[in-house]
């Protein structure tokens, strides 16, 4: 079964300044999805950033892009010019292709940004 | 117009006693999941449904009965609730079994006394 990992349960961060959110998972398959959800003091889980693992282009989505390292099975989220409507948990996920798939999320980082 | 919505996004209940969430998408899409947020924030699947058919059934207690009367509308049904049962439940849905992300719902929360 495939299992996903986030190493840091918190992290925090000055406004303005670039933050990075470690993910890595385990997988023996070769074609899956990875995502970033954020999930805010509301609630609501949004869908940051998606990456299809055949893509060897990291993806972008204005100030949020990721590093993915598909030897290293590693997926981690840069945020640049951080402000504080990112204060959030953020989850990293993982969804094989093969057949009616689950989303296996990790544990959650929970991002501070500090004025 | 909300895509994935759920019914209550509160529910205070006593130990015992039976209740239900609601979901419904607009999203045209065809599957749709339940997922269980514990105290920890950590996210589980529960169940899956594709076009009404379910396809993903976790190790969940028989409690907890999923019903999906039509492909935009998956409803959760908790017998004999107990204190353990206590977490935010989120209906999902995504186009179809295997491709793509997930679109959440607000989520409900459950408490049980």
């Known amino acids: 079964a495939q299992t996903v990992t986030q190493s840091q349960p918190e992290m925090s961060v000055q406004e303005a300044e670039t933050v990075t959110l470690s993910c890595t998972y385990d997988t023996s398959e070769s074609d899956y999805y990875l995502f970033w959800y954020k999930q805010p003091p509301s609630r609501q889980m949004i869908l940051v950033i998606r990456?299809?693992?055949?893509?060897?282009q990291n993806a972008t989505e204005n100030r949020f892009s990721v590093n993915f390292q598909k030897a290293a099975k590693s997926f981690s989220l840069k945020i640049s010019d951080s402000q504080l409507g990112d204060a959030a948990m953020y989850f990293c996920a993982y969804r094989s292709f093969q057949g009616a798939q689950k989303l296996v999320f990790g544990q959650g980082t929970r991002l501070t940004i500090n004025p | 117009d909300t895509a994935v919505s759920q019914t209550p996004k509160y529910l205070v209940t006593q130990m015992g006693n039976d209740k239900s969430i609601k979901c419904e998408q607009n999203l045209g899409h065809d599957t749709m999941y339940w997922y269980k947020q514990d105290s920890k924030k950590f996210l589980k699947i529960m169940f899956s449904y594709n076009n009404k058919e379910l396809i993903i059934n976790e190790t969940v207690p028989n409690r907890f009965s999923p019903k999906s009367p039509d492909k935009a509308h998956l409803n959760l049904h908790i017998n004999s609730l107990e204190l353990g049962d206590s977490a935010v439940y989120f209906c999902a849905s995504s186009r179809d079994s295997w491709t793509g992300e997930l679109f959440f719902g607000e989520g409900s929360r459950l408490t049980v006394l």
């Open positions: 990456q299809e693992a055949y893509k060897q």
